[in-house]
């Protein structure tokens, strides 16, 4: 795990978006941060929000099928942490994900709040990095 003093960051990365929730170590308390597209920006944004957040790791949701197994979607993040890892001089981590997307959503209607897509992909990120902070390390540690 990171130094106490950073902070990490959650991505549920999707086709076209990025949710992205940020905690510091020292809280422990995940919020959702913003969601980012899933472009030729998304890297330089990222690092950007990096350097501001002082993060000291990545939490990377790994969608899974609802009896573990790998589906197309557990290829395609897994093609995407290679290139993140290519990119950030960062640990990586793995967290299953298993329907925090839809636990995002009954949250958000549940509210009465207005909410997008952007909306629950954030609090998807923030629910994958609220199980990591429970459980540190994920699936690969």
């Given at each position: 795990m990171p130094t106490t003093n950073k902070s990490v960051l959650a991505l549920d990365v999707g086709q076209a978006r990025v949710g992205v929730a940020v905690a510091s170590l020292a809280a422990k308390l995940?919020?959702?941060?913003?969601?980012?597209?899933n472009d030729g920006s998304?890297?330089?944004?990222l690092d950007e929000i990096i350097r501001q957040e002082e993060i000291g790791a990545l939490i990377v949701g790994l969608p899974r099928g609802?009896?573990?197994?790998?589906?197309?979607?557990?290829?395609?993040?897994?093609?995407f942490v290679k290139a993140l890892k290519q990119h950030v001089d960062l640990p990586v981590h793995l967290q299953d994900e298993a329907l925090t997307s839809h636990?995002?959503?009954?949250?958000?209607?549940r509210?009465?709040?207005?909410?997008?897509?952007?909306d629950i992909d954030a609090l998807a990120a923030t629910y994958i990095l609220e199980d990591w902070l429970n459980n540190p390390g994920g699936i690969d540690g």
């Open positions: 995940p919020n959702p941060l913003v969601t980012l597209p998304f890297f330089d944004r609802l009896e573990g197994q790998t589906t197309a979607q557990t290829v395609a993040i897994g093609k636990k995002a959503e009954a949250e958000l209607r509210r009465g709040k207005v909410y997008d897509k952007a």
